[in-house]
């Protein structure tokens, strides 16, 4: 590609209109480069929750509208770039997003990931959106990880031997648990932890911040590789507790809070 000169003799970048300059590209709905409504949307994710970031960028890409019904995601490589993730994440994300009926695969010359039409309730978000009307959801979030970072780091300052025994059957009960009954299994492991805290008050509010919150969860699907990243964050936290490492169990938990909220969060934009 040949550049012109500016006046003061000095070259552009890039040929504004030319591949790779910024703006959204028409009819696919991609953007190039640095500028734009892509890069004002989507942004690095945090290292922790690569997948469930990613996930909620995906998503709320495509809540915007920023790539219309029919139109084709940016590629693969150019939205990895954007993300900070690998490939292999993003195709994971893609995968979950084409089981929900959100997007296709196309192969051949003009193949890629396409957007689909969105049917009402199809993906559980009318009846997400209803139960989001009844709460507040970031304080419920912001809640919940409060609760949750203190009841680990309590629990890291010791427990009885009866306590770590208590703690280590819930986390195998959460890893040895069917698709189906493992909400139920993740709820009673964080109940756990939220009991040996000693805490009673502590224990109290956080089972009422946990059934607001499987209220929410329950309207969105359970996605294999977000359980599978859940499930070595709960034998992180367990490790830092028996450990009575209590920075880094409140850390590890910190972190697994994020996860979650950043799903819920992908799901209501």
């Not at 009926?101 to 009846?127: C, H, I, K, N, Q």
Request: net charge neutral; aromatic share 2%.
């Amino acid at each position: 590609m040949v550049t012109r000169r500016r006046s003061d003799g000095t070259r552009p970048a890039v040929e504004e209109g030319a591949p790779g300059a910024g703006g959204a590209v028409a009819g696919g709905g991609a953007a190039k480069g640095g500028s734009g409504p892509l890069a004002s949307v989507l942004r690095p994710v945090r290292a922790g929750n690569g997948f469930e970031e990613t996930l909620e960028q995906v998503l709320q890409l495509l809540r915007l509208g920023l790539v219309p019904p029919g139109g084709r995601l940016p590629a693969e490589r150019e939205l990895a770039q954007h993300l900070g993730v690998s490939r292999v994440t993003l195709r994971e994300v893609l995968k979950v997003l084409q089981d929900q009926g959100m997007v296709e695969s196309r192969r051949g010359r003009y193949g890629g990931t396409f957007v689909l039409p969105r049917t009402s309730g199809a993906d559980g978000s009318d009846e997400l959106r209803r139960r989001v009307a009844a709460v507040d959801v970031e304080d419920t979030l912001r809640f919940r990880e409060v609760l949750e970072t203190g009841a680990a780091g309590l629990c890291a300052d010791g427990l009885a031997a009866d306590g770590v025994a208590r703690l280590r059957a819930a986390l195998e009960a959460t890893q040895g648990a069917r698709l189906d009954d493992y909400r139920r299994q993740d709820t009673l492991l964080h109940l756990t932890l939220a009991e040996l805290s000693g805490s009673r008050t502590l224990a109290a509010q956080y089972a009422s911040v946990r059934a607001t919150l499987n209220e929410l969860l329950d309207c969105i699907p359970l996605l294999v590789r977000n359980l599978e990243h859940s499930q070595q964050q709960h034998a992180a936290v367990v490790e830092a507790v028996l450990d009575r490492d209590a920075e880094a169990a409140r850390e590890m938990m910190r972190e697994h809070c994020g996860g979650t909220a950043a799903l819920l969060r992908g799901f209501l934009a």
